[in-house]
């Protein structure tokens, strides 16, 4: 063709004109040196259809979170998650409960290689209610479909780059907002994107908190379909604060080492690292304890009153701010080994940590203890002894778990586990949005065999439909997010299996040392699904059809939508109030208990004994369903003045 003919030869010799496989005519008029402004001239990444994507991210969700307990294993003790559904809405969904609480996040989204398909907003005339109809697209048993829900976003269409780009632009930016002040996240990525990403994490993350763009071999051999045999991909790492950050290996360098004590022979100099205490965003228990020090009472925050408050279960949400940043076990094992110093100021005395330059605080077969502290900083470059990072034994890995050959691509868990190791500690949550086959559950629940850490997972998969004809859909595999909860229900089976062989072992041997038992992890997980909210919505009505507006007044008489049920209310309401999908939740007579009383649901009754009982358990918020009140106007007045003389935040929906 004439056109194609001509604009190869034009691409081949001025290829700066082109603009995703289309000529950009103000390019074209500077390069021919005509008189040109460039609108809105600055440093930024930019693309088709930005705007629309920040407007979909900004967007609410009109979805909820259901627990599968079937699906699940030990629902009821472990603290992992697994979450089945669209991962924007999702990130949406957990953005109160989970805001500021997680300290690394691992993704390997679609790398955009001209073959695969994933969901991206690519028309955004489309109402809220059809997006979601077409990212809610299922078959008649229920799972998710990829015509109409997955697009191919093939290097011939116009719009390439910046359908990526809009694919992965939100979801970046709900899951910053996840991140503690401290977290880390890693993404894996190759070059057809990499430098887009690049500029993108800039934009979202600071290109000051920008760590290392880590090349990684991904085996021995490599595609040859181009004059390089590619054999590598990359994972870039971005903290949320640079400073706030520990990470393993970058934070000990000489500056401020200067102070001697009387381990100095032994561990060098140290310096005062930071004080004990850190405004945490939330209410973490295990972190919240007075601390004794020869005879002098130390509390978070320096507030004795507000410590008592949450004690007795009647703390507000301003007494949520200071704790501890160890827990008691590791405070108690730093004080006795001097780790901890106290720095006087006037009237206020603070607790601060130190850091030595020899050795460190680890965790050995669960119990601390100290150790020699390797100065050699990690290097720039994923190492690769015996392919350790490597995707050659990937799947090996998978196969030896599940039928042969039902998941292709995947991560080896080794990859997650060293970049877990890059963090600072043993005890947080791990997030993974695009969870594939579960490789980062694996790895954690590996990781924490191996050091007796508590890491935490959260992993978020679409059901996405498997091919009849695959090798995951003859081995009776019905979604991706199927395979992904096979392999971690056998993954940690096996882990199970050892541990209880090496407990077994040891315990036909004479031995005094109960810390060198081996430590049981997590290896639970709670499997959640995205689905509608339990409550009716309201719709936009266009224009004035005041029947129409008649009816949808009507239908919220009562906003319970027909569908709902009372466990499902019970965790959107406890998301909705910001209590994470751990909490612990109790049914009483008539009504349920979040968090020891935190959080109080009436549901199912609301009769005056019920008001008295929960009146009596002293909660911080109460939330009802108007609903149970019908006939009996007078006891929602009185039950609403009680709780207001209680102190205690009253609602009805």
Same mark, same amino acid.
């Given at each position: 063709?004439?056109?194609?003919?001509?604009? +190869?030869? !034009? =691409?081949?010799?001025?290829?700066e004109i082109f603009d995703e496989g289309k000529i950009d005519w103000e390019k074209l008029r500077a390069v021919l040196g005509e008189d040109v402004n460039f609108a809105d001239e600055r440093y930024r990444l930019n693309w088709a259809g930005k705007s629309d994507a920040f407007r979909v991210m900004q967007e609410p969700s009109l979805s909820t979170l259901v627990p599968c307990r079937d699906e699940s294993v030990d629902?009821?003790?472990?603290?992992?998650?697994?979450?089945?559904?669209?991962?924007?809405e999702v990130l949406k969904v957990i953005q109160k409960s989970y805001f500021g609480k997680v300290k690394m996040i691992y993704i390997d989204p679609p790398y955009n290689t001209g073959n695969d398909s994933f969901i991206y907003p690519d028309r955004f005339s489309e109402s809220r209610e +059809?997006? !979601? =109809?077409?990212?809610?697209?299922?078959?008649d048993e229920g799972y998710m479909l990829r015509d109409g829900l997955f697009h191919k976003n093939s290097k011939e269409n116009g719009q390439y780059h910046s359908n990526w780009?809009?694919?992965?632009?939100?979801?970046?930016?709900?899951a910053k907002s996840l991140l503690r002040e401290d977290g880390v996240i890693f993404v894996s990525i190759d070059d057809n994107e990499v430098h887009n990403l690049r500029l993108l994490m800039n934009e979202i993350f600071g290109e000051e908190n920008f760590v290392c763009e880590y090349p990684r071999v991904t085996k021995k051999g490599g595609k040859s379909s181009t004059e390089i045999a590619k054999n590598h991909d990359y994972v870039l790492m971005y903290t949320k604060n640079r400073e706030a950050a520990a990470l393993t290996g970058i934070r000990h360098t000489d500056e401020g080492y200067c102070n001697k004590d009387e381990y100095f022979e032994e561990r060098g100099f140290?310096?005062?690292?930071?004080?004990?205490d850190y405004d945490s965003l939330g209410y973490v228990k295990t972190l919240d304890y007075p601390i004794n020090i020869?005879?002098?009472?130390?509390?978070?925050?320096?507030?004795?009153?507000?410590?008592?408050?949450?004690?007795?279960?009647q703390h507000g949400r301003a007494d949520w701010g200071w704790r501890w940043r160890w827990s008691k076990d590791l405070y108690d094992f730093g004080y006795k080994n001097g780790f901890i110093e106290i720095h006087r100021n006037g009237a206020r005395s603070r607790i601060y940590t130190k850091t030595y330059q020899n050795v460190t605080i680890k965790k050995v077969n669960g119990q601390y203890t100290v150790v020699p502290y390797d100065r050699t900083k990690p290097l720039s470059t994923l190492e690769f002894t015996d392919n350790k990072y490597s995707n050659d034994n990937a799947k090996k890995v998978i196969d030896s778990l599940l039928e042969k050959g039902v998941f292709d691509y995947t991560k080896h868990p080794n990859l997650i586990y060293g970049l877990s190791q890059l963090v600072d500690g043993d005890d947080f949550i791990i997030l993974d949005f695009f969870a594939g086959s579960g490789t980062t559950a694996h790895a954690v629940m590996q990781l924490n065999r191996e050091d007796g850490g508590n890491r935490k997972y959260i992993c978020v998969q679409l059901p996405e439909s498997c091919a009849e004809n695959s090798e995951?859909?003859?081995?009776?595999?019905?979604?991706?997010?199927?395979?992904?909860?096979?392999?971690?229900?056998?993954?940690?089976?096996?882990?199970?299996?050892?541990?209880?062989a090496e407990q077994k072992e040891q315990n036909g041997q004479l031995t005094f040392d109960d810390a060198q038992q081996p430590k049981m992890p997590d290896l639970g997980f709670k499997v959640f699904k995205l689905a509608d909210s339990n409550f009716k919505q309201w719709r936009k009505i266009r224009g004035s059809d005041t029947e129409t507006w008649k009816q949808q007044v009507m239908e919220f008489i009562d906003p319970v939508s027909e569908n709902a049920t009372i466990g499902n209310m019970v965790y959107e309401l406890l998301l909705k109030s910001g209590e994470d999908l751990n909490s612990h939740v109790e049914h009483n007579a008539g009504y349920y208990t979040v968090n020891d009383g935190e959080l109080i649901l009436m549901l199912e009754s609301a009769t005056q004994e019920t008001v008295d009982a929960v009146l009596g358990a002293h909660p911080k918020k109460v939330i009802a369903l108007d609903r149970l009140f019908e006939g009996n106007d007078q006891l929602k007045t009185n039950t609403a003045l009680q709780m207001k003389d209680a102190g205690i935040t009253f609602i009805t929906i």
């Amino acid at each position: 063709m004439p056109k194609e003919n001509h604009l +190869e030869i !034009l =691409r081949s010799l001025m290829p700066e004109i082109f603009d995703e496989g289309k000529i950009d005519w103000e390019k074209l008029r500077a390069v021919l040196g005509e008189d040109v402004n460039f609108a809105d001239e600055r440093y930024r990444l930019n693309w088709a259809g930005k705007s629309d994507a920040f407007r979909v991210m900004q967007e609410p969700s009109l979805s909820t979170l259901v627990p599968c307990r079937d699906e699940s294993v030990d629902f009821d003790n472990t603290q992992n998650i697994f979450i089945e559904g669209e991962n924007m809405e999702v990130l949406k969904v957990i953005q109160k409960s989970y805001f500021g609480k997680v300290k690394m996040i691992y993704i390997d989204p679609p790398y955009n290689t001209g073959n695969d398909s994933f969901i991206y907003p690519d028309r955004f005339s489309e109402s809220r209610e +059809e997006y !979601l =109809r077409r990212v809610g697209d299922k078959d008649d048993e229920g799972y998710m479909l990829r015509d109409g829900l997955f697009h191919k976003n093939s290097k011939e269409n116009g719009q390439y780059h910046s359908n990526w780009l809009n694919m992965m632009m939100p979801r970046l930016y709900l899951a910053k907002s996840l991140l503690r002040e401290d977290g880390v996240i890693f993404v894996s990525i190759d070059d057809n994107e990499v430098h887009n990403l690049r500029l993108l994490m800039n934009e979202i993350f600071g290109e000051e908190n920008f760590v290392c763009e880590y090349p990684r071999v991904t085996k021995k051999g490599g595609k040859s379909s181009t004059e390089i045999a590619k054999n590598h991909d990359y994972v870039l790492m971005y903290t949320k604060n640079r400073e706030a950050a520990a990470l393993t290996g970058i934070r000990h360098t000489d500056e401020g080492y200067c102070n001697k004590d009387e381990y100095f022979e032994e561990r060098g100099f140290y310096k005062a690292n930071q004080t004990l205490d850190y405004d945490s965003l939330g209410y973490v228990k295990t972190l919240d304890y007075p601390i004794n020090i020869e005879n002098e009472v130390f509390y978070a925050g320096g507030d004795k009153v507000a410590y008592e408050r949450r004690q007795n279960g009647q703390h507000g949400r301003a007494d949520w701010g200071w704790r501890w940043r160890w827990s008691k076990d590791l405070y108690d094992f730093g004080y006795k080994n001097g780790f901890i110093e106290i720095h006087r100021n006037g009237a206020r005395s603070r607790i601060y940590t130190k850091t030595y330059q020899n050795v460190t605080i680890k965790k050995v077969n669960g119990q601390y203890t100290v150790v020699p502290y390797d100065r050699t900083k990690p290097l720039s470059t994923l190492e690769f002894t015996d392919n350790k990072y490597s995707n050659d034994n990937a799947k090996k890995v998978i196969d030896s778990l599940l039928e042969k050959g039902v998941f292709d691509y995947t991560k080896h868990p080794n990859l997650i586990y060293g970049l877990s190791q890059l963090v600072d500690g043993d005890d947080f949550i791990i997030l993974d949005f695009f969870a594939g086959s579960g490789t980062t559950a694996h790895a954690v629940m590996q990781l924490n065999r191996e050091d007796g850490g508590n890491r935490k997972y959260i992993c978020v998969q679409l059901p996405e439909s498997c091919a009849e004809n695959s090798e995951a859909g003859k081995a009776g595999y019905k979604t991706i997010a199927d395979i992904a909860k096979e392999r971690i229900r056998r993954a940690g089976a096996k882990i199970r299996a050892e541990i209880e062989a090496e407990q077994k072992e040891q315990n036909g041997q004479l031995t005094f040392d109960d810390a060198q038992q081996p430590k049981m992890p997590d290896l639970g997980f709670k499997v959640f699904k995205l689905a509608d909210s339990n409550f009716k919505q309201w719709r936009k009505i266009r224009g004035s059809d005041t029947e129409t507006w008649k009816q949808q007044v009507m239908e919220f008489i009562d906003p319970v939508s027909e569908n709902a049920t009372i466990g499902n209310m019970v965790y959107e309401l406890l998301l909705k109030s910001g209590e994470d999908l751990n909490s612990h939740v109790e049914h009483n007579a008539g009504y349920y208990t979040v968090n020891d009383g935190e959080l109080i649901l009436m549901l199912e009754s609301a009769t005056q004994e019920t008001v008295d009982a929960v009146l009596g358990a002293h909660p911080k918020k109460v939330i009802a369903l108007d609903r149970l009140f019908e006939g009996n106007d007078q006891l929602k007045t009185n039950t609403a003045l009680q709780m207001k003389d209680a102190g205690i935040t009253f609602i009805t929906i």
